[in-house]
């Protein structure tokens, strides 16, 4: 057991241990531990338990939980790779993650720039810290091959990829189908498109569904009349604005843009150049943020649910984490057409 002064000395210097905790509370390492634990039933006596609470209190002793992981063979860490965390609509997606794997587990972001996928060789580097489980956000097939995890891995936003690992998807052509067919209904017949320049397969549904929805209806979206540009405000506000008086002149008299924060900068610059929304352009997203309801005017948006999309690929996680079979490894959640004033007077 470490004397007065070693406590004193450790204290000074940031490093409080178990044994320290002990010293103070006048018990073995043991029963710190199992206090710590919350393992005290039938072990430890009520006035032993105060005391090591105290003890811990005082000192701020804090568990070593990733390094008595570690000795395991795991840690308790889940790691989430996601390709675009300025995307507003991942901060919904870690939330359901958080909230699916309570606190038994930690969560670790690895993100990359806007427009940026992951490298294969970055994630390998934290496998060296034995996560528990794995999550990838919006995967492509060569990422997939190149990284090669083992131990358990749930896709989010991955279609296609059902055969790589467990995951949870989004039904964003659904939406995009409804999109456009309202937009015909409320007499369309010129549209243009915003995407993304991040090359994942949820992005190339979006865009292939509505164009092939919107030509279905006779509503003509030219070449030169798509463009591309990071999920950033003010990137899509300047490309909008380089296109728009092009668009104009062509008889252009909606623009569908691929997530919301993109169609907020095509609001933003559409507004700067006095044009009347929804009269002369008619603006759509996809994600349905928070802000989507309460901008000026409302965003007509298709709705993601990006919490459900969280809580459902942490749960599916988890289950195989802890040793169970997955009843459906393949899940899939529906889309939905949110029509606000951005589209409809």
Known sequence: MESAEQVQQSVRSGRITAAMVAARAGVS???????????????????????????????????????????????????????DISNPFFAKVIAGVR?????????????????????????????????????VGAPNAEFLDDLSAAGPVVLLDAPGLEAYAPSVNLDVAHGARQLAAHLADTGHRRVAYVDS?????????????????????????????????????????????????????AGVTAVVCCTDTHAYGVLQEARVAGVQIPDELAI???????????????????????????????????????GHRLEQPQLTLESSLVVRNSTSA
């Open 284 to 322: 759509a997203g996809f994600d349905d943020l928070p802000y989507s309801a309460t901008s000026n005017p409302s965003l007509t948006s298709v709705h993601l649910p990006a919490t459900s999309l969280g809580l459902k690929a942490g749960g599916q996680l988890r289950r195989l984490i802890e």
């Open 99 to 135: 909230e699916s794997l309570g606190a038994d587990y930690q969560l670790l972001l690895s993100v990359t720039p806007a427009g940026e996928f992951p490298q294969a060789g970055d994630v390998r580097k934290l496998m060296a810290l034995r996560p528990a489980g794995l999550l």
């Open 197 to 249: 320049v991040t090359g994942t397969a949820t992005f190339a549904i979006r865009r292939g569904a509505f164009l092939d929805e919107a030509a279905a209806h006779g509503i003509a979206v030219e070449p030169g009349h798509i463009i591309s540009t990071t999920i950033d405000v003010g990137a899509s506000a300047a490309a909008f604005a380089a296109a728009w008086p092009a668009w104009q002149q």
């Open 29 to 83: 390492t043991a029963t710190v531990s199992l206090v710590a634990n919350g393992k005290t039933a039938g072990r430890v006596s009520e006035d032993n338990i105060a005391r090591v609470r105290d003890a811990i209190s005082e000192l701020g002793y804090v568990v070593d939980g990733i390094g008595s992981s570690l000795a395991k063979g795991v840690s308790s860490i889940v790691i989430l790779v996601s390709p």
